[in-house]
């Protein structure tokens, strides 16, 4: 698709079909490593290409569109921990959020130890952790994405992974 190379398809309808079709089933993937929820993660997809649709007459430069779209699968990412946490406050704590079925019976032992330690983590933590090590994204390419500076990204990274390790070497 032409999007990727910067110039514009012929309408908006197209161009945000196919950037869907190339990389939905990625940001899905990557808003489950962000909410733990596979019915939140493919909800915050689909309005970050709503959105995308919606403001696509002002975007000027086409080749970010998917840097875009991950800001606001982060965002959205965001705002369905905070109506967690409203609704936490308003009954009773309900579990953890639970990863899909389907990721269960594809996932080890060892894999769903880590989701489950990631899912614990502070949501800066995950995040940098999801932008660098689930989409290979650059110091500077999830600091834009976060809006921090790079050193806080490498920080949180540290801070994260040294988290990680001492979780998973407590577990049985």
Known sequence: MTVHSGSVPASAEDAVEELYRVHALGLV???LMLTGD???AEDVVQ???IGLYRRWDRIRDHASVLAYLRTAVVNGARSAHRSRKRAG???LPADPPAWSAEAAALDGEERRA???AVSRLPRRQREVLA???YLDLAENEIAAILRISRGTVSTTAARALATLSK????EP
């Open 29 to 31: 993937r990557f808003a």
């Open 38 to 40: 596979q019915v939140t």
């Open 47 to 49: 309005e970050a290409f």
């Open 89 to 91: 406050m308003l009954r």
């Open 114 to 116: 880590v989701h489950a």
């Open 131 to 133: 932008l660098k090590y």
């Open 167 to 170: 979780q998973l070497k407590e």
